[in-house]
T-cell receptor
């Protein structure tokens, strides 16, 4: 069965630090991958998505992710985080009409 | 503005009681989903419906039931058979079952006393 894994469960950074959150998937076939963000007290929002084409995907709020097929990875990056990026981040893959979510990474950014 | 409305935001019930969580969308989406969110486990799919009057079990359907009598509504019932119902429940929708991404509601936090 396909799965999506996020190895960083809790990340703590200072403002202006660079961010990279790991995401690995374990299925073949057509790959559709997503990053969602859940800010405190808010609903899940889509950050970015990859369906095909350029493996470097740009999303909202300065986030980007790179699909590396050989590594089965879709890591999320941001060059300089802000306090407002404090949130929980979920990687997800889509197959057979279902979204499969990773366990999430809680990011805390301190001023 | 179009969106997904989940109510109530917080729900408390006694052990052994069934409870129904509401999810309404005015996005004219065909597909709707229910997820359960637990700390350290991410989101897990309970049930989903690709069209009115049809629904399928997700990965953790035991102890839950749903109905899809109207396109805009997809209520979830947590039955007394669900062994550990205390969790955060998220409803989502997408234009069709094969189209992503999904749009999410604000969630309902259910606590069993």
């Amino acid at each position: 069965a396909q799965s999506v894994s996020q190895h960083n469960h809790h990340v703590i950074l200072s403002e202006a630090a660079s961010l990279e959150l790991g995401c690995n998937y374990s299925y073949g076939g057509t790959v559709n991958l997503f990053w969602y963000v859940q800010y405190p007290g808010q609903h899940l929002q889509l950050l970015l998505k990859y369906f095909s084409g350029d493996p470097l995907v740009k999303g909202i709020k300065g986030f980007e992710a790179e699909f590396i097929k050989s590594k089965f990875s879709f890591n999320l990056r941001k060059p300089s985080v802000q306090w407002s990026d404090t949130a929980e981040y979920f990687c997800a893959g889509y197959e057979a009409d279902k979204l499969i979510f990773g366990t999430g990474t809680r990011l805390q950014v301190f001023p | 503005d179009g969106g997904i409305t989940q109510s109530p935001k917080y729900l408390f019930r006694k052990e052994g009681q069934n409870v129904t969580l509401s999810c309404e969308q005015n996005l004219n989406h065909d597909a709707m989903y229910w997820y359960r969110q637990d700390p350290g486990q991410g989101l897990r799919l309970i049930y989903y419906s690709q069209i009115v009057n049809d629904f399928q079990k997700g990965d953790i359907a035991e102890g839950y039931s749903v109905s899809r009598e109207k396109k805009e509504s997809f209520p979830l019932t947590v039955t007394s058979a669900q062994k550990n119902p205390t969790a955060f429940y998220l409803c989502a929708s997408s234009r069709t079952g094969g189209e992503q991404p999904q749009h999410f509601g604000d969630g309902t936090r259910l606590s069993i006393l």
